[in-house]
């Protein structure tokens, strides 16, 4: 991943469901998104 360009890690991102095609993180990874049922609980 170290050698990869900026827009191959995008697109990376993009396939793992994190961003979207423009960029914006997908709701899960949002701050405002809803928990996680794994992630720790505030």
């Known amino acids: 991943m170290q050698k990869m360009s900026t827009e191959e890690l995008l697109q990376l991102a993009v396939r793992a469901g994190i961003y979207t095609k423009k960029g914006k993180l997908t709701k899960p990874y949002r701050k405002?998104?809803?928990?996680?049922?794994?992630?720790?609980s505030s």
């Open 32 to 40: 405002n998104g809803e928990p996680s049922a794994s992630g720790p």
